[in-house]
Nanobody
Framework: QVQLVESGGGLVQPGGSLRLSCAFS????????LAWYRQAPGKQRELVAS???????DVADSVKARFTISRENRENTVSLHMNSLKPEDTAVYYC???????????WGQGTQVTVSS
């Protein structure tokens, strides 16, 4: 089992920056990948960025120039660094963990990011 807790969300002005953090804990053998998803009102959940156990990252084209993902293994966290935020970035951001082997997935409860003037 893996527990995921997101933090760092809040209200930010357009052009501002935020860093979201996801702390993961529990009993498991390995995590294949960690990812950030987001879901805006009236829209489907979308993948924002992911990072594998080997350090390979993938960031959605829509935010690639502005967002980065990183993992701090010693601290059991994965972060999403968001710069030059736009109103369309407003969404609930969810942390996701995919385990190795059978590939079970786990989700955090989400953290709200609101970009508004």
């Amino acid at each position: 089992q893996v527990q995921l807790v997101e933090s760092g969300g809040g209200l930010v002005q357009p052009g501002g920056s935020l860093r979201l953090s996801c702390a993961f804990s529990g009993s498991f053998f390995s995590i294949y990948a960690l990812a950030w998803y987001r879901q805006a009102p009236g829209k489907q959940r979308e993948l924002v960025a992911s990072i594998t156990s080997g350090g390979t990252t993938d960031v959605a084209d829509s935010v690639k120039a502005r967002f980065t993902i990183s993992r701090e293994n010693r601290e059991n966290t994965v972060s999403l660094h968001m710069n030059s935020l736009k109103p369309e970035d407003t969404a609930v951001y969810y942390c996701n963990a995919r385990l190795g082997g059978a590939g079970n997935v786990y989700w955090g409860q989400g953290t709200q990011v609101t970009v508004s003037s």
